[in-house]
T-cell receptor
Framework: AQKITQTQPGMFVQEKEAVTLDCTYDTSDPSYGLFWYKQPSSGEMIFLIY????DQQNATEGRYSLNFQKARKSANLVISASQLGDSAMYFC???????????????WGLGTSLAVNP | NAGVTQTPKFQVLKTGQSMTLQCAQD?????MSWYRQDPGMGLRLIHY???????DQGEVPNGYNVSRSTTEDFPLRLLSAAPSQTSVYFC???????????FGQGTRLTVV
């Protein structure tokens, strides 16, 4: 079964340092997509970054980058130069494979709570 | 652009009451979904739709109904509220299977 695992329930990082949030996935489909979302204490879900399984390069978006290791089935989020506003829950999600048409749901991990210390 | 508009933001229901959570998007997205978020359980899919007139069940559909008569709207109906349905509900939409989902602001529902 397809699955997303985030093994770090909580993480701490010092302001201005980099932090890596882990995400491993399990799928037998060669075509898949991986997403990271941020959920601050205010509750909204904010899209951060996307990596397709056939993308040749690791995705980057500003201070966010994805350390994509296909053979290990990991898609870790790297946040560089952490800011106080980065304190939030972070969710990894995978587009589900489907044999029937286009019904590809998103499968979600349980999230990692990141606290940035001043 | 409004994006995904979800109402209400907060709601308290008594056990047995019914209500509809509204979700509308103005981005012409085909895919729309309803999730519930409970502490320690991440996001769980209730129902989803891949276009007007097409809906399907997610992993926790019991006690909820949906319909998709237009591309824009995807309401979620609670038929007879139970305390186990106390949760935060999110509506989301996306263009297609390989694109990011845009979320509404969420509805915090309490059933007493």
């Amino acid at each position: 079964a397809q699955k997303i695992t985030q093994t770090q329930p909580g993480m701490f990082v010092q302001e201005k340092e980099a932090v890596t949030l882990d995400c491993t996935y399990d799928t037998s489909d060669p075509s898949y997509g991986l997403f990271w979302y941020k959920q601050p204490s205010s509750g909204e879900m904010i899209f951060l970054i996307y990596q397709g399984s056939y993308d040749q390069q690791n995705a980057t978006e500003g201070r966010y980058s994805l350390n994509f290791q296909k053979a290990r089935k990991s898609a870790n989020l790297v946040i560089s130069a952490s800011q106080l506003g980065d304190s939030a829950m972070y969710f990894c999600a995978m587009r589900e494979a489907s044999r029937a048409g286009n019904n590809r749901k998103l499968i979600w991990g349980l999230g990692t709570s990141l606290a940035v210390n001043p | 652009n409004a994006g995904v508009t979800q109402t209400p933001k907060f709601q308290v229901l008594k056990t047995g009451q019914s209500m509809t959570l509204q979700c509308a998007q103005d981005m012409n997205h085909e895919y729309m979904s309803w999730y519930r978020q409970d502490p320690g359980m991440g996001l769980r899919l209730i129902h989803y739709s891949v276009g007007a007139g097409i809906t399907d069940q997610g992993e926790v559909p019991n006690g909820y109904n949906v319909s998709r008569s237009t591309t824009e709207d995807f309401p979620l109906r609670l038929l007879s509220a139970a305390p186990s349905q106390t949760s935060v509900y999110f509506c989301a939409s996306r263009v297609g299977p390989n694109t990011e989902a845009f979320f509404g602001q969420g509805t915090r529902l309490t059933v007493v």
